[in-house]
């Protein structure tokens, strides 16, 4: 199936600006339309880079005509140098574009801690320019990654009558996932016609079930965005929240955000297995994430999945550390896969390790927690934790 759909009124190209590696696509421009309405949830990182607060001062200002994004430097931790840099790459685009500064958000992912070049964005600007294309989404998804594996691309699209809504998005991200609004970097557009404030609201309810359901590390990144455009060009308007339109593009946006989600997992540094985290019985659904980011979050639970070995006590103990208040143990119950490892607290009675261990065998794996105090549930994405995750991040400078 094609992982993503032209979108009417939005222009990508990708080029290679030599930010980190020589010969890769490092440097996407994206170009919307006139008229286009634009949503947009950041990182909740207290050093949050200079793109981060750069955006976030545009588009609080105006309707953004122009993405700039750039793989290899994240441009944090740099100070008022970096601010500087962000700004010039947005006024020589702006510039060359006939636009306001404003008018340009930008967004970085790479190595925090290092000057960004933004004389070699600069430069390449003017061919980015003449390159736009609608089908450009392959490209630009693969000049966003960093330590990824693959692009992450998904596409969705729904009937409303006689009219065709799209939606397509790309992702990046494979590690320092642990995210607090989004994921690293995701840029998913539409043609539908939605007001801003409207697609604010669906863009923050999708991410809060899909990037904000994920991690693979612990780790919230400085750079975190998910942006989300409305070109206006196609034949579907969202004009309230209620309605055939509003509840179809809901579904629809959820479902490539989940998708998109999924794939940062799937595809976790070092990661060998994807692991769903199911958890029911809450009294809260805030207390059901807080059970499953702390079993997904725990370094020997992730290890344990990664040597395949049905270690259900750590489980049982990342539960019981999760910080939910008078937790009555003994109504707690676990499943991994169709096989219960914990009855009402302890060591389910017919249970027998060559069970767990055939179910931990598998590259995907469900864990399901019952709680037994309520009726709340949410669901969390993870991944094992490996050697291979050790060895990336100790050679990512090298």
């Known amino acids: 199936m094609k992982k993503w759909c032209e979108i009417a009124g939005i222009r990508l190209a990708a080029g290679a600006a030599g930010i980190r590696k020589p010969g890769r696509d490092d ?7 006139e008229g286009s309405a634009t949503a947009a949830v950041f990182t909740r990182n207290a050093f949050c880079a ?41 006024e020589a685009l702006a510039r060359l574009a006939g636009d306001r500064e404003s008018s340009v958000l930008p967004f970085s992912t790479g190595v925090i801690g290092e000057r960004l070049p933004a004389g070699r964005i600069t430069a390449s600007l003017p061919t980015l320019l003449e390159q736009l294309a609608p089908d450009c989404w392959p490209e630009a998804a693969r000049a966003i990654m960093t330590t ?35 994921t690293m970097l995701a840029f998913i557009a539409t043609d539908a016609r939605v007001p801003r404030p409207l697609l604010q609201a669906l863009l923050e309810e999708a991410v809060e079930v899909s990037f904000n359901r994920i991690t693979v590390d612990g780790d919230t990144s400085t750079n975190d965005a998910c942006v989300l455009v409305a070109s ?83 489980i049982l103990a990342a539960v019981g550390r999760a910080g939910i208040a008078d937790l009555e143990v003994g109504k707690v119950d676990i499943h991994l896969g169709e096989v219960r490892i914990v009855r009402q607290g302890g060591r389910d009675p017919g249970y027998r390790e060559e069970l767990g261990a055939a179910v931990m065998a598998g590259d995907e794996i469900t864990v399901t927690i019952d709680l037994g105090r309520g009726d709340a549930a949410t669901t969390v994405w993870t991944c094992d934790l490996s050697y291979d995750y050790v060895r990336i991040n100790a050679e990512y400078r090298t």
């Open 232 to 314: 206006g060009r196609g034949g579907v308007e969202i004009g309230s929240g209620a309605g055939p339109a509003a509840t179809a593009f809901r579904e629809a946006l959820g479902s490539l955000c989940r998708e998109l989600a999924q794939a940062i997992v799937r595809d976790g540094e070092g990661a060998t297995k994807f692991i769903e985290l199911r958890i029911r019985g809450g009294r809260s659904e805030a207390e059901c994430l807080a059970v499953g980011r702390t079993v997904a979050n725990s370094p020997l639970v992730k290890t344990a999945f990664f040597a395949s070995d049905p270690n259900w006590g750590r």
């Open 50 to 90: 200079a793109p981060v607060r750069v955006a976030r001062e545009h588009l609080a200002t105006a309707e953004p005509r122009w993405l700039l994004i750039n793989s290899g430097n994240a441009n944090a931790g740099m100070g008022e140098q970096g601010l500087r840099d962000a700004r010039a790459c947005c």
């Open 27 to 33: 440097l996407v421009l994206m170009e919307l339309a």
């Open 148 to 182: 990824d594996t693959r692009p992450k691309m998904a596409c969705r699209t729904f009937r409303l009558g006689e009219s065709e809504c799209r939606l397509t998005g790309i992702a990046k991200g494979a590690g320092m996932i642990c995210p607090d609004m989004a």
